[in-house]
């Protein structure tokens, strides 16, 4: 089992910027690639950052491409989303996820094993 926590999320202005976290407890940390998903309200959950678990690779989506940077720490069992230039648009619940995939490229949510609670991100415009 792997148990995520994720946290940094708020209320930002448009043009400002977030870093959320989401710490990893429980089976190796490194077994895993990590991931951010969100969730707009009305809206399916849709792929936002992947991260390999040496941390060499990563995969965003076209509408964040630019704007949000994944980065993993796994001394501290932690991965980072580190979001600029917000949107309104990007106004959704952020969850961090774990598969255990070792091949590059980015994942549906289907093949996530574990998931986070999931953080609020508000942009107001």
């Known amino acids: 089992q792997v148990q995520l926590v994720e946290s940094g999320g708020g209320l930002v202005q448009a043009g400002g910027s977030l870093r959320l976290s989401c710490a990893a407890s429980g089976r190796a940390f490194t077994s895993y690639a990590m991931n951010w998903f969100r969730r707009a309200p009305g809206q399916e959950r849709e792929f936002v950052a992947r991260?390999?678990?040496?941390?060499?690779?990563?995969y965003y989506a076209d509408s964040v491409k630019g704007r949000f940077t994944i980065s993993r720490d796994n001394a501290k069992n932690t991965v980072y989303l580190q979001m600029n230039s917000l949107k309104p648009e990007d106004t959704a619940v952020y969850y961090c996820?774990?598969?255990?995939?070792?091949?590059?490229?980015?994942?549906?949510?289907?093949?996530?094993?574990?998931w986070g609670q999931g953080t609020q991100v508000t942009v107001s415009s």
């Open positions: 996820a774990a598969d255990p995939y070792t091949s590059n490229g980015p994942r549906s949510s289907g093949a996530m094993n574990y």
């Open positions: 991260i390999t678990w040496s941390g060499r690779s990563t």
